[in-house]
């Protein structure tokens, strides 16, 4: 026989004379219940947090048995995940964003020194560049001395006019612009570079060196290919809505 009382059930309350107990009573089991809980959730972070803490400890452990060259490894992008990525984007691809990736990636690559060259090409014309070679007597061994030699990038105001050669050839392999032929009625703009404080100390090293060799000029030009071109107007749009 059962003798109505369950098993599961709460402590017996008191009659309601004694409601001020009950309601003791029963904070008592709800704080009871808090404090389990709240130390249960301290033990599983105290776990969490021990165990992160073990794996930066193997971490740097690996870094110093290999001269610090494993964290690099581990921050290194994985190469088939990119590959992967790339070939999803590839499936997805429209032409307004493989534009926009085209433009993030040569981004990237300039520096702003080379946007005001490129401010100072987007007129559209031809400008005068050629290279400084040196050539034996007879014209049949040549070396390259100065290369990409150009009064425009000094004149767009660059802050490293120094590198001005160095701004011109990235330009040309990225594909923003474009080479041509030497430009007809420009001989003074020619003039003005080959007559260039670091040129004539080029030409004169070359013949003070007691060679056979004599300076020649490559006369060409540079302007915005259409690339070139397309990227500017870019950078006016981002300009006026930045």
Not at 27 to 52: C, K, M, N, P
Not at 126 to 144: E, I, M, Q, W, Y
Request: aromatic content about 6%.
């Amino acid at each position: 026989m059962t003798n109505g009382k369950s098993k599961d059930t709460l402590p017996a309350t008191l009659g309601d004379g004694h409601k001020g107990l009950n309601r003791f009573l029963a904070g008592r089991v709800v704080s009871t219940g808090f404090q389990i809980a709240t130390q249960l959730y301290d033990e599983v972070e105290q776990r969490a947090l021990q165990s992160i803490k073990r794996k930066l400890d193997q971490v740097d452990s690996q870094a110093q048995e290999h001269d610090g060259s494993t964290l690099p490894q581990l921050l290194r992008p994985n190469a088939h995940g990119l590959l992967s990525e790339l070939y999803q984007r590839s499936l997805n691809q429209t032409p307004d964003s493989a534009w926009d990736d085209l433009l993030t990636l040569l981004t990237q690559q300039l520096v702003p020194d080379e946007l005001r060259v490129l401010a100072a090409l987007a007129d559209g014309d031809k400008h005068p560049a050629c290279h400084l070679d040196a050539v034996n007597r007879l014209g049949t061994k040549s070396f390259r001395v100065r290369s990409y030699l150009s009064r425009t990038p000094q004149e767009s105001g660059i802050m490293l006019p120094e590198m001005a050669p160095v701004y011109l050839k990235h330009l040309l392999n990225l594909g923003l612009l474009e080479a041509g032929p030497e430009v007809s009625g420009h001989t003074p703009r020619y003039d003005t570079i080959e007559n260039g404080l670091d040129v004539r100390a080029a030409i004169a090293d070359l013949n003070g060196n007691g060679s056979n060799l004599k300076p020649r000029f490559q006369r060409f030009s540079v302007r915005l290919s259409g690339l070139g071109q397309r990227f500017w107007e870019a950078s006016l749009v981002a300009r006026h809505s930045g």
